[in-house]
């Protein structure tokens, strides 16, 4: 399976605090068979060179992971937040032209889907991190269905169908897969406690919404078109 949302890079964010977690949570993702993890860490305006930086970290990273024999391998990505699109164009996964944008957790900036449209207009293929996690797209989910378009794709993340967020957060999760327009289910895992880096059991609870197949692609055949840098099939 692959990863294509994961704070795993150590020291940079709210994610693994030093190597020695980054180092844990690629172990436990190996155990659930994930052999690719886009390393995600938040990217903001205030911190306008630190691709190169995420690049090296990557880079660091993955010589451990290969010095200790973990099967996983690191891609350099980022996360960023839809009102500073403009300041974080380079934060896209490897060298493609997906990128993966939050929305804050609690509003819908009045700016969202001028945020979005500008991302396209950059030749970008904007993926919404965790819509089901926003306040105001639980309440209406209309407002997340109004932003999707050609080249939008939708990510959920794992813990909201295990209901690691609440019971409404998961429904809206749920309701999001009945409604046909999630691509990817990821992990967003932030360390080896809380948010862990574990795919498998959320793949069986959207297999049950949307088929095995379809759930499956999820973490395989959907991730893997984002690192080629192709079209998503729908
Ligand atoms: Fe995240």
Redesign the pocket.
Known sequence: MIDL?C?ILPGIDDGAENIKETVRMAELAARDHIHTIVA?P?ITKFLPNSMEQIKEKVQQVNNVLTANAIPVTIITGG?IFSDQAEECLSATIGSTSYILV?FPMSYLPASTWNDITLLIDHGLRPII??PERNVAILHNPNLLFDLLGDNISVQVTAGSLTGEFGPSVRECAFYLLQQGIVDFIAS?AHSTIHRIPQLSVAVNKAARIVGKDRATAMVTKNPQLVLDNKILER
């Open positions: 949302h704070h995600t938040h996360e939050e991190a965790h967003d």
